[in-house]
């Protein structure tokens, strides 16, 4: 053993690496979260408008959309394509709540605000990313990962087709009714809800 190698682990007894390391399947989960809960707020404040007054079943709708989120993003949770595939991720879901925030989707004549666009891209997007690539994921051995991943993901993928499978129609039916009401009882015309 040479006196580099002896040298370099005795420095790094004292001096810990400063990246916090995590496992594989805790970044999957959480990474999966932030997309649920923050880049996808203009959804869930259209769903709340939409389904406040029916509790069940905005939980359930809520309840199936958490599982799929947390089912794509276990079930790429592999080492050398998780974290491109993340950062990619959050990053296309940062410009995605961008453009439903400022009406960019449903507004076809409404001007890009570069300023505004890359400011939210570096807060919602580009930190998110930055931080997912500095830390340290920790993955298990192949077979070990396999079977973490099948562990969560098969649940609830049966959880989220459960309540699609159980909840569509009614979903569908719910949908049609606010369509119908928005635009003055045409269902005919119907085709988004219109926004001001």
């Not at 496992?23 to 769903?47: I, Q």
Request: with cysteine; proline share 5%; net charge positive.
């Amino acid at each position: 053993m040479s006196f580099r190698s002896v040298q370099g682990r005795s420095a790094q007894r004292r001096f810990p690496a400063a990246r916090p390391a995590f496992g594989s399947l805790t970044v999957s989960l959480a990474t999966g979260l932030y997309l649920f809960l923050v880049t996808s707020r203009d959804f869930w404040m259209e769903s709340w408008a939409l389904l406040g007054a029916r509790p069940g079943t905005l939980a359930l709708v809520t309840g199936g959309f958490l599982c799929l989120f947390i089912v794509t993003c276990v079930a790429v949770s592999w080492k050398r394509v998780m974290k491109p595939l993340f950062a990619a991720l959050l990053l296309l879901a940062a410009a995605a709540a961008w453009f439903m925030d400022e009406d960019g989707v449903f507004r076809p004549q409404a001007s890009v605000q570069p300023l505004s666009l890359a400011v939210h891209m570096l807060v919602f997007g580009g930190l998110p990313a930055a931080l997912l690539l500095w830390v340290k994921v920790v993955h298990r051995p192949f077979f070990w990962q396999l079977r973490g991943n099948l562990a969560i993901a098969v649940p609830m993928l049966a959880v989220a087709l459960a309540i699609a499978l159980t909840h569509a129609t009614k979903y569908a039916l719910i949908v049609e009714e606010d369509l119908k009401l928005a635009d003055g009882g045409n269902a005919a015309g119907a085709s988004i809800i219109r926004r001001p």
